[in-house]
C-alpha cells in the first residue's frame, strides 16, 4: 500500500497563476482532508471530505476550492495566488484517525 | 470551535532526560485527543490516541500521555529521550460530533542532544 500520495512535491507560482494540488489514498476511507502547515501556527484545516461527493469548509477556507473525484481522490486548486498561500500542504484520510502524505511545499512569489 | 495549546515551543534535552510536552486543550464536551510526531523531511505520523477508557495511553516507541480530564490537558511523556527522538511533535483534539474537524496545536520542537 502507497498509503496517501501527494503530487507535486514542490511548486513554485507568480501570484495570480492557478494551480492544483493533487491526492490520492488507497486505504478505502471515506474521509480526506487538506491542511496547510506554517511556522509556529501548527496544521490548519482548508477543506475536508466526509465521503465522496461532499465536502466542507475547514479553519480556512478563502482562497481554495476542492473536488472530490472520487473516493481515492481529492484535489485543492488555487484559482488566483497569493504569497498568503506560500506553505507547506498536506493531504489526509481517515477512519478512526488521520494519515498523512508527504506535503506539497508551495511558494507564491 | 475547540482549540489546543503547546506552551513548549522548543525543547531541548540530552540523550536519557525525560520528557513532557504541555497539551491543553479548550473543549467542555467529551473529546478525542491525539499526539502526531513530524521527523524532519518527513511527513506526520501518529503517535499515540485517546478516545475513551483508561486515561493513560501507551503508544509507539516508548511515549506515552495521560488524559487528565479536570485539566483539560493530554500531556505527552518519555522516561529516556533518545537521538532519534528529535522532531516536532503536534497534540490534536477532535470531538465527537465533528470528528473530522481536527485542531491542532502549534507543535512543539524536541531537540536531543547525543
Known amino acids: 500500500n502507497a498509503g496517501v500520495t501527494q503530487t507535486p512535491k514542490f511548486q513554485v507560482l507568480k501570484t495570480g497563476q492557478s494551480m492544483t494540488l493533487q491526492c490520492a489514498q488507497d486505504?478505502?476511507?471515506?474521509?480526506m482532508y487538506w491542511y496547510r502547515q506554517d511556522p509556529g501556527m501548527g496544521l490548519r484545516l482548508i477543506y475536508y471530505s466526509a465521503s465522496e461527493g461532499t465536502t466542507d469548509k475547514g479553519e480556512v477556507p478563502n482562497g481554495y476550492n476542492v473536488s472530490r473525484l472520487n473516493k481515492r481522490e481529492f484535489s485543492l486548486r488555487l484559482e488566483s495566488a497569493a504569497p498568503s498561500q506560500t506553505s507547506v500542504y498536506f493531504c489526509a484520510s481517515s477512519d478512526s484517525w488521520q494519515f498523512f502524505g508527504p506535503g506539497t511545499r508551495l511558494t507564491v512569489l | 470551535a475547540q482549540s489546543v495549546s503547546q506552551h513548549n515551543h522548543h525543547v531541548i534535552l540530552s540523550e536519557a532526560a525525560s520528557l513532557e510536552l504541555g497539551c491543553n486543550y479548550s473543549?467542555?464536551?467529551?473529546?478525542?485527543l491525539f499526539w502526531y510526531v513530524q521527523y524532519p523531511g518527513q511527513h506526520l505520523q501518529l503517535l499515540l490516541k485517546y478516545f475513551s477508557g483508561d486515561p493513560l495511553v501507551k503508544g509507539i516507541k516508548g511515549f506515552e500521555a495521560e488524559f487528565i480530564k479536570s485539566k483539560f490537558s493530554f500531556n505527552l511523556r518519555k522516561p529516556s529521550v533518545q537521538w532519534s527522538d528529535t522532531a516536532e511533535y503536534f497534540c490534536a483534539v477532535t470531538t465527537p460530533y465533528n470528528n473530522n474537524d481536527m485542531r491542532f496545536g502549534a507543535g512543539t520542537r524536541l531537540t536531543v542532544k547525543p
Open positions: 486505504m478505502n476511507h471515506n474521509s
Open positions: 473543549y467542555g464536551g467529551t473529546v478525542n
